[in-house]
C-alpha cells in the first residue's frame, strides 16, 4: 500500500456498514463470502461507497471493505443495510454469526437525506439491541448506553418502538430522532465512519469485492 493512502471519512447519502471487532481482513472476506477482491485506494473506495448506494438494482452487488482501523474491520454496502427488507434478516443472521466468531459485530444504516437510522449490536452470537426507524416493529431488545441517554434526554421513558405513532412525543421524536444518529450509537461502540482520517490507526489496503 501507499505509505500516503490515508484513511478519509466516509459519506454518503445512504450509508449502510458493518463493524467486526477484529483485524483479520482476509477472515471477515471469506465468512461474508465475497468474490472478486481487488485492492483499491481510500478515495476511490470511498468514492464508490456513494456511487453504490444510488446504482439503484447495482446496489447490492458490491461492498468496500477497510483494513483494520483501530481493532475494527468496516464493510460498506447497501447489502448490508438493514432497512432494505430483503436484506435485514440476512444482515441480522451475519451480524450473529461474526459476532460468535469475533465477540462483537453491528451493522449501522445513516441518512444524510432524513430517511431514517438504524442499527443492531451483537456480541457473542446474540442481537443486544435492533432498531430500524422506518419499521419500529422489527426492533429486538432494550435500548441501552447513549440511545439510552438520548431517549430520556427526550422525555420518553420506554422504548420508542412503543410509542403511539400518533403521540405528539413521537411525532416530536421522529422529527429529529432526538441528536440519536446511527453514527452518535457507532462512535460509543466502535467506530464513527463519517470522522475517520488520517489520524486513525490503520494497516493495510482498501479492498473492494463483489457479495455473493
Not at 451483537?122 to 448506553?145: D, K, S
Request: aromatic content about 8%.
Amino acid at each position: 500500500m501507499d505509505v500516503a493512502d490515508k484513511p478519509v471519512p466516509v459519506r454518503a447519502c445512504w450509508l449502510s456498514w458493518l463493524a467486526v471487532a477484529t483485524s483479520d481482513q482476509g477472515d471477515v472476506v471469506r465468512l461474508l463470502g465475497l468474490t472478486g477482491v481487488r485492492p483499491s485506494t481510500w478515495s476511490d473506495g470511498m468514492d464508490l461507497v456513494d456511487d453504490v448506494a444510488h446504482s439503484g438494482d447495482g446496489r447490492f452487488s458490491t461492498v468496500v471493505v477497510t483494513p483494520p482501523l483501530d481493532g475494527w474491520i468496516l464493510v460498506f454496502g447497501a447489502w448490508l443495510g438493514l432497512p432494505y427488507l430483503a436484506r435485514t434478516d440476512r444482515v441480522t443472521q451475519l451480524c450473529e454469526e461474526l459476532s460468535a466468531q469475533f465477540g462483537k459485530a453491528q451493522a449501522y444504516f445513516h441518512s444524510e437525506q432524513n430517511d431514517g437510522e438504524a442499527w443492531l449490536i451483537a456480541e457473542h452470537g446474540t442481537v443486544l439491541r435492533r432498531w430500524i426507524a422506518e419499521y419500529p416493529e422489527a426492533a429486538i431488545g432494550e435500548p441501552f448506553g447513549v440511545e439510552r441517554t438520548l431517549l430520556d434526554a427526550f422525555g420518553i421513558v420506554g422504548k420508542p418502538e412503543d410509542l403511539d405513532p400518533d403521540d405528539d412525543l413521537a411525532s416530536s421524536w421522529v422529527a429529529t430522532w432526538g441528536d440519536c444518529w446511527a453514527t452518535t450509537i457507532a462512535a460509543e461502540h466502535s467506530l464513527d465512519p463519517t470522522t475517520i482520517g488520517p489520524s486513525t490507526p490503520s494497516a493495510g489496503t482498501v479492498l473492494i469485492a463483489s457479495t455473493p
